[in-house]
């Protein structure tokens, strides 16, 4: 792992980006030497390089914006070969419209279509390799859990579900005075010093996962293992770093005044909000169609006089209240018997609005909420008063997630799928703190580019 501007990012990911960016550009390179083989190219060589990087820049970013990338992807929607055709299908679109728009850089037909097909048998090889090799025990972090009780049996099923696996934990140490809830032959018994026993068994990271901070932790031992190059790590910073999340049974007020982030100075707010108002301008450039369609389906559905848009009353940064604009997606009379929780098949939902709210497109008015300054494109969801006072009331640190502006999406909506009751809430709060904790352009960025992930396989909301 290494942190890009407080971001985790997998180094064996990264380095696959790069190697299939690489992939991309000699596609296109290659695909040109072979469509005019020994006879005279169209092109010169500047020109073939120029539209190597356009290919190899738009086909990279696609694959990301898929989710091709996305560490947390696991066996249950992984799906290669079909991510693979849409993000290659959205790519050529985006390639194709840059060769119309400027035609300096295109390329003929030919030469587009070999190095398409180079390019998709490249990536499906290059993943086999990184799939067959990612995954070899040589790579992983072994790491060992101080702690045999309840956190401690939580961290065994972080990684199973993971495609790319980066840590293997070699053991668990039962500290005295805890409840043992591990099997037998998951604990490793000490017999002599720490420092051995991690020589032993080769370990780089030791987790503490004690469930009571009260028990006795042997901190002497625990140096003398830091300083030899093993890395000590407590649990919140584990699921920080594995998870991307903020886990909530481990959190103290503490930590917050003492770990690093949660920085919101005025530059990184000045830049968040540029940002903000260019990422809405550009949605609104390209989604006025989408909106004036929606528009006049919800007219011939519901009639000329039935509303459009759906005004809602949010919570919004530091608790201020403000009124969220959506497309109507629900009957008139949806909460005739007051606030409901909304249901992933709702029967309250219109069948235009069914449409729209799979596509997000039900979403789109709040631009004109980020535009005035009331939301922001990326930041956590925003939440009915009426579901908020009980949530702060019930759930530690919810308001937490107020520190920030709300958003049109988020990384709660890009890690987390559907929630429709208040588990969900608990879950997604993990990540929307870990959002607020961490927040920056390079983050934004990230989230916007995999929203386009979210909308096509109808991920969270």
């Not at 503490?254 to 903000?276: E, M, Q």
């Not at 369609?293 to 039935?306: D, H, K, M, R, V």
């Amino acid at each position: 792992m290494i942190r890009v501007f407080k971001h985790y990012i997998s180094s064996a990911y990264l380095s696959l980006i790069v190697a299939e960016w690489l992939i991309f550009f000699l596609a296109m390179y290659w695909g040109s030497d072979v469509r005019f083989m020994k006879l005279d190219s169209w092109y010169s060589e500047q020109d073939i390089i120029e539209a190597s990087i356009i290919f190899s820049a738009i086909l990279s970013l696609s694959a990301v914006s898929i989710g091709l990338y996305r560490r947390s992807l696991d066996w249950d929607d992984y799906h290669l070969a079909l991510r693979v055709c849409v993000s290659f299908a959205l790519g050529s679109v985006v390639i194709i419209s840059i060769f119309y728009l400027f035609p300096k850089y295109a390329v003929a037909r030919s030469v587009f279509i070999y190095a398409i097909i180079f390019a998709f048998v490249g990536l499906m090889l290059s993943r086999y390799v990184f799939y067959h090799f990612a995954n070899t025990d040589n790579l992983k972090r072994r790491v060992l859990v101080m702690g045999a009780g309840n956190k401690a049996h939580q961290l065994l099923t972080i990684n199973n579900s993971y495609i790319l696996k980066g840590f293997d934990i070699k053991g668990f140490i039962d500290v005295p005075g805890g409840v043992r809830l591990l099997d037998e032959d998951k604990i490793i018994e000490q017999t002599g010093t720490l420092a051995e026993l991690v020589l032993e068994h080769n370990i780089d990271e030791i987790v503490i996962a004690l469930d009571e901070r009260r028990m006795n932790m042997p901190l002497q031992e625990l140096l003398d293992c830091k300083v030899t190059g093993v890395k000590v790590m407590d649990l919140l910073s584990f699921y920080e770093r594995e998870q991307s999340l903020v886990l909530l049974d481990s959190l103290t007020l503490s930590w917050f005044l003492f770990s690093d982030g949660f920085d919101f100075s005025g530059l990184k707010v000045h830049a968040k909000r540029t940002v903000d108002v260019l990422a809405s301008l550009g949605l609104l450039l390209v989604a006025w169609p989408f909106m004036l369609l929606a528009t006049l389906a919800i007219l011939l559905e519901s009639g000329f006089n039935a509303p459009i848009l759906y005004k809602q009353i949010r919570v919004g940064e530091g608790g201020k209240l403000f009124a969220v604009m959506k497309f109507r997606s629900m009957r008139t009379d949806a909460e005739k018997d007051g606030a409901q929780w909304a249901q992933k098949n709702d029967s309250r939902v219109t069948r235009v609005g069914g449409f729209i709210r799979k596509c997000r497109i039900d979403e789109l008015p709040q631009i004109f909420n980020v535009l005035n300054g009331d939301m922001s494109f990326v930041g956590p969801r925003p939440e009915r008063p009426e579901f908020v006072e009980g949530f702060e009331e019930r759930i530690p640190f919810y308001a937490e997630r107020h520190r920030v502006k709300p958003g049109i999406t988020g990384w709660a909506q890009l890690c987390y799928p559907y929630g429709a009751n208040e588990q969900d809430t608990i879950n997604k709060l993990q990540y929307d703190l870990y959002y607020v904790k961490n927040h920056s352009l390079f983050l934004d960025i990230s989230i916007i580019i995999g929203t386009v992930e979210v909308i096509l396989w109808g991920r969270g909301r």
